[in-house]
């Protein structure tokens, strides 16, 4: 049996059964019992080995209320799961999905996004499978995306920043150098930060200053992209930029969100009169600029990545430099 008590603005309901505790906050009771009858109704089937028929839009649901906000990409993670429960296959029941259905879904979204965004939706949902395989939510039993093939992913952006178009948008954004003035100047401090670190957008807006180690010339990330933390090296100017920052809060270095970021690198750009760099460029000018000054594997310590291979279209000498070092 269920229990529910009052808690702050909302109600708090606590479930026990078949061995297993679990509690929730609802902003009204009637949330809170939908939820604890659902719970017990799917602790009674795992209890007796059976699967928990709900349709692929509730999974959805379930996952990115308990699963999704524990991610560093919660936002677009959230985004990207909305837009498959709005397509026909998210109102079959999961167990019942087989990999034509997925198959279906796939082809269709290849219509209206590229391989690249396709892709990632669907490393999402094999997430979102692993997680309610039979001993976790026990809402299937099997993975149909074993037997679905990916599509062929689109070559990867090769857009870099000149200099010319890095001073026209940190002109346009107003900064000038020193501490920044508003908003609009951080963004054009995090740009050139980014230039020279290689970190990304979302990096560079969480650091704190307990994190900012600057007489050992790091950073050090808590939680990155791929989940692993990580100390990263800062030249002399990446030093300079981030003391310019210093005063404007106690805790943050910057304080700007990331939708403003976004916001106003687009308006510096297009005052700037230029074309083509995203903010996210930023970081591929930088690994391709640091690729000449690191080896391989210091390069994949700095920038996070995993699997050094992956490092290796940053690597853009031509075969003529090559042999020229060949003598």
């Known amino acids: 049996m269920a229990a529910y008590r009052k808690s702050g603005n909302g109600w708090r309901a606590e479930v026990f059964k078949s061995g297993v505790r679990e509690s929730r906050s609802f902003p009204t009771k009637r949330e809170a019992q939908e939820w604890a009858t659902q719970r017990e109704i799917d602790l009674a089937a795992r209890k007796s080995g059976k699967i928990n028929r709900w349709t692929l839009a509730e999974v959805l649901g379930r996952y990115m209320t308990d699963i999704s906000p524990t991610r560093a990409g919660e936002k677009w993670e959230v985004l990207r799961l909305k837009a498959v429960c709005r397509d026909p296959v998210s109102n079959i029941v999961m167990q019942d999905i087989s990999p034509a259905d997925l198959a279906d879904w796939r082809d269709k979204r290849l219509k209206t996004v590229k391989p690249s965004s396709c892709l990632r939706e669907i490393n999402l949902l094999k997430a979102v499978w692993k997680q309610a395989l039979r001993g976790e939510w026990a809402y299937t039993d099997a993975d149909p995306w074993k037997e679905v093939s990916k599509p062929a992913d689109s070559r990867a952006r090769e857009v870099i920043f000149t200099d010319a178009q890095v001073d026209k948008i940190v002109g346009a954004l107003g900064y000038t150098g020193g501490q920044p003035a508003s908003k609009r100047q951080q963004t054009a401090v995090a740009l050139l930060l980014s230039l020279e670190t290689a ?129």
């Open 199 to 327: 970190m990304r957008a979302g990096e560079i807006i969480r650091l704190t200053w307990g994190n900012v180690h600057l007489d050992r010339r790091i950073v050090h990330l808590p939680n990155t992209k791929n989940g692993d933390a990580r100390d990263v090296p800062l030249s002399k100017k990446a030093v300079q930029l981030i003391e310019s920052m210093r005063g404007l809060d106690e805790t943050r270095v910057f304080t700007i969100s990331s939708a403003l970021l976004d916001v106003y690198y687009r308006q510096g750009r297009a005052f700037a009169q230029i074309e083509g760099p995203t903010f996210h460029d930023a970081r591929a000018t930088a690994i391709t600029r640091l690729s000449s000054k690191l080896e391989l594997l210091e390069l994949a310590r700095m920038v996070g990545h995993r699997d050094p291979r992956s490092l290796i279209r940053y690597y853009r000498k031509t075969a003529t430099d090559i042999a020229a070092k060949l003598d």
